[in-house]
């Protein structure tokens, strides 16, 4: 299957015609089938269209009615489809983000999927989709998070990757020193500062306690958690971040990063594509992991994974469960996500290694020991809103941190009760 | 039938059908009924159902649970709210400049000279054109590193301020680019107003000696009631309704120092990461009577005006 490694979307329908076999001994399928996704950038989108053309000529009963939907659209969406015009396949996200809609019965028990070969290939994720013993949906792709840094700025000034925070803590002062920012971002949609939070906490006080944090099992007050947000003000002074951060979107933020006045950028691998498309090669710009803070603390990876589910109301579930083991079977999992430049999480898929970028986020991934999804999938809707308000405002206004502790414990209290 | 026992005129027929006795009376509810209905079922019914899911915590999907006032408890000590609040206070009192602006500009304007008609609808433009334009064009307009404002106070060695990423600033940068078109709005009520001010009584003033100011205060402007009531009413409901201009241009951020009540209750119940309903119908309440106290006063004083008619 080395061929397919490469294959862009448009090259997908071709390969169809491989695939058939594997899936043949399936029942035919017909009727109608509706698909929205929440894929609306031009890769994914493309990416998806290839896939699901390719799932039709399976089934040609089958009538496949696919909607595309803006992504930040999505997530205020997804509430009124589910109830009022449920399709027969829905994206959404694993974690916590998922929680409401199970709850209230609004996603298919997919635990039956879960059987097999596919549960072995999937394992990796069973957890982050899990809730109550049973399985809600299939994941089709995840991805790294890291630092993005100017290779060509760390060498001109002779800097190298860092593996410990006196190393990166090191090269920042060297850079702002020189009049570079150490990194940029963009807090006006607040999930950004959330990144930065998940690492120095992980880092700091270890993956354990993270997940304790965020499923509203530690206090906000602890000092653990003031000790994080003490990591991070060492960086607020060191003056790191692009000033007037809390004006800019994520994707405002690059051009700092390509205007060579920011030299790195924590964010997730989704980021490299906007990021060429602005003008870096790959000679300029590189990735590290998140480097080392406390000493002996296992390093934990935020992988964020984007999900397929059932929404309970559908009307052709056979059709949508064709589909989620379609789209989780290792062939489809290596092409697709070799178009959207992301990692496949069936563990019999390739990666695509012609991308540094994928190569290196799936060594560390593979290495990592354990895996986070992201703050706001982590903990629960509401507390990740009141946290990532708090994340902002610490970050332009750090002596507030015990008021900002205090709001998110009063919050915490209130929310996981 | 007791009617029947009424002596009938001539001008009655025998049989006439009961709608045809009561046609005068019954006519004017027909021709209002749709209204009327859309009315309750729009507007009066969601008033009592919003007091009703306030008493409740659910998060629109499941099951609600009833908890009685703790919702307005919670609300009582939210530090959010009392920001919301005080925001909506400010764009209550600074968005009234809309009107002396408008009024200015409707003066300004209010002269025969060659184009006077394009002028006017330069003027009139932002007015016409969305808000979520105007937010865009002046969130480029506020942007720290290209935008024209820090541009130009860069030359007089000021700035760069980071209009919306601050949160001492970023309310009033909102409420200056929702003054645009509200200004223009005021404008031609006032223009409008202007065409219905008498000659006689400024040919009668100028002959008394008034002029520039005093004209202006105690002859033009007691004239232009009528258009200053309107731009009073419209003015103020804009400004309890600002909604769309902060969710483009700030989404409520930097960490929730421009939201309003309306924007925080829509946050709460329905954005991303709302699931409050019964939260988000509270502020809902408190909205609706901020803005009961205002809709009650502008009805008595419209009632009051008729009847002094």
């Avoid at chain 1, 950028?265 to 710009?285: C, E, H, R, S």
């Avoid at chain 2, 421009?258 to 699931?275: P, W």
Wanted: aromatic share 14%; net charge negative; glycine share 8%.
């Amino acid at each position: 299957m080395r061929s397919i490694l490469k294959a862009s979307a448009t090259a997908l329908v071709t390969t169809a015609v491989l695939a058939t076999g594997a899936f043949a001994a399936d029942k035919p399928l017909s009727g109608d089938m509706k698909i929205f996704l929440d894929t609306s950038n031009p890769a994914p989108r493309a990416t998806f269209e290839g896939v699901i053309a390719q799932f039709g000529e399976m089934h040609p009963d089958l009538n496949i009615e696919t909607t595309i939907i803006d992504r930040d659209a999505y997530k205020t969406q997804i509430r009124n489809f589910l109830t009022a015009n449920p399709p027969d396949v829905a994206t959404w996200y694993a974690g916590n983000r998922m929680l409401p809609y199970v709850n209230t019965g609004l996603f298919e028990d997919v635990s039956d999927l879960w059987q097999g070969d596919l549960a072995e290939n999937l394992a990796s994720t069973k957890t982050a989709l899990t809730i109550d013993g049973k399985q809600w949906g299939v994941p089709y792709t995840y991805y790294q998070w890291g630092v993005y840094y100017r290779k060509d700025i760390f060498d001109k000034m002779g800097l190298t990757k860092p593996t410990t925070w006196a190393e990166e803590k090191a090269n920042c002062q060297k850079l702002v020193d020189a009049g570079i920012k150490c990194y940029t971002i963009g807090t006006k949609f607040l999930w950004t500062a959330a990144g930065w939070f998940d690492y120095l906490n992980m880092r700091t006080n270890g993956y354990e306690f993270h997940m304790a944090l965020t499923a509203g099992k530690e206090k906000w007050t602890d000092d653990r958690v003031k000790k994080t947000m003490a990591n991070w003000r060492e960086l607020l002074d060191m003056d790191a971040f692009i000033g007037d951060h809390t004006a800019y979107s994520w994707q405002e933020a690059i051009p700092f990063l390509v205007d060579g006045k920011a030299a790195s950028y924590l964010m997730g691998n989704f980021a490299v594509d906007p990021i060429k498309a602005a003008g870096l090669t790959d000679d300029q710009l590189d990735f590290y992991q998140f480097p080392l803070i406390t000493e002996g603390i296992p390093m934990a990876e935020e992988a964020p994974t984007d999900t397929l589910h059932i929404p309970s109301g559908a009307s052709n579930k056979d059709a949508g469960r064709a589909f989620l083991k379609f789209v989780a079977s290792a062939e489809v999992q290596t092409s697709m996500n070799a178009s959207l430049g992301q990692l496949p999480v069936n563990n019999k898929s390739s990666v695509n290694t012609d991308d540094k970028f994928v190569r290196q986020g799936f060594e560390m991934l593979n290495g990592a020991y354990a895996l986070a999804q992201f703050f706001d999938r982590d903990a629960p809707a509401e507390m990740a809103k009141v946290g990532m308000e708090g994340f902002q405002e610490f970050m332009v206004r750090p002596d507030n941190v015990d008021q900002i502790l205090a709001r998110l414990e009063k919050a915490r209290e209130r929310i996981y009760k | 039938m007791s009617t029947a026992t009424v002596a009938k005129s001539e001008y009655e027929s025998a049989n006439r059908s009961w709608y045809k006795r009561n046609e005068i009376s019954i006519t004017p509810w027909l021709f209002l009924a749709p209204a009327i209905l859309f009315f309750m079922v729009y507007v009066i019914f969601p008033i009592f159902q919003s007091f009703d899911v306030s008493l409740y915590q659910w998060d629109g999907l499941g099951a609600r649970e009833y908890i009685g006032t703790s919702n307005y408890v919670e609300l009582w000590d939210d530090p959010a709210f009392y920001t919301s609040l005080k925001n909506n206070i400010i764009w209550l009192i600074l968005y009234l400049l809309a009107i002396p602006a408008g009024l200015f500009i409707a003066l300004f304007l209010n002269q025969t000279v060659t184009g006077i008609r394009l002028y006017k609808s330069l003027f009139f433009f932002p007015f016409v054109i969305s808000q979520v334009v105007v937010g865009l064009v002046f969130t480029w307009f506020y942007d720290p590193t290209f935008g024209l404002l820090n541009t130009v106070i860069g030359w007089v060695g000021l700035g760069p301020i980071n209009v919306l990423g601050d949160p001492t600033y970023v309310t009033y940068g909102i409420i200056a680019a929702g003054l645009w078109p509200q200004t223009a709005y005021c404008m031609i009520l006032y223009l409008t107003g202007l065409n219905a001010v008498d000659p006689e009584q400024i040919e009668a003033a100028r002959l008394d000696g008034a002029k520039g100011w005093k004209m202006l205060w105690y002859v033009i402007v007691p004239q232009l009631k009528p258009a200053t009531f309107i731009a009073f009413v419209v003015t103020i409901v804009g400004a309890l309704r600002s909604f769309d201009l902060i969710s483009i241009m700030t989404n409520g951020g930097p960490f929730g120092e421009s939201r309003v009540l309306s924007f925080y209750m829509f946050e709460v119940a329905l954005s991303e990461y709302g699931f409050r309903m019964g939260y988000g119908a509270a502020i809902a309440v408190v909205l609706f009577f901020i803005m009961l106290f205002f809709i009650a006063y502008f009805l008595y004083s419209m009632y009051k005006d008729e009847k002094g008619h």
